[in-house]
């Protein structure tokens, strides 16, 4: 999957499970852009560390 942002690099992606969450990380080598995605959608970083902090 190319990088919707810079349409230049793969996005690295990583999946885990937070909280009984399946989460989606993805990172681009080009511009460094770094995303969260849910099951219900793109999530922001803030929500993901209190998913890590207080599930
Ligand atoms: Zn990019």
Do not use: N, Y
């Amino acid at each position: 999957m190319l990088c919707p942002t810079c349409a230049k690099s793969a996005l690295i992606e990583i999946r885990m499970h937070v909280a009984g969450s399946e989460l989606t990380f993805r990172r681009c080598g080009g511009c460094e852009v770094q995303t969260w995605e849910s099951p219900e959608g793109e999530i922001p970083l803030d929500r993901v560390l209190e998913l890590v902090c207080h599930p």
